[in-house]
């Protein structure tokens, strides 16, 4: 039997995360500037977290999205990195899906 697959890369913002099938592994990498917190599990800003490993199955993946943010303070170095809502909650899904 022969099964294709590929590797797909696609980064989201906000809490736009779709459901995936065929899924055999994924990889979250968290791109934005803010605490995101996938399924339960905490990724920080830059921090890449495998999700699935690669163990030979595949499945359909609905993950849940969150963002953990801070109120910003009178403290000038803070309202000088300020961001927009775009910059700040970004993740990057790294997957290989059957197709």
């Known amino acids: 039997m022969f099964v294709e697959s590929a590797f797909i890369t696609r980064e989201f ?11 055999t592994c994924l990889s ?4 934005g500037t803010t605490i995101a917190i996938i399924n339960g599990v905490t990724i920080y800003p830059t921090q890449k977290q495998i999700l699935i490993p690669p ?24 309202i000088k990195r300020s961001f927009t809502v775009k910059e700040r909650n970004r993740i990057l899904l790294i997957y290989k899906k059957l197709i």
């Open 28 to 31: 979250v990498v968290n791109t």
């Open 13 to 23: 913002r906000e809490e736009q995360i779709p459901i995936l099938e065929g899924v």
């Open 55 to 78: 163990d030979g199955t595949f499945s359909k993946v609905q993950l849940e999205l969150n963002f953990l943010t801070s109120e910003v303070t009178n403290d000038p170095i803070l």
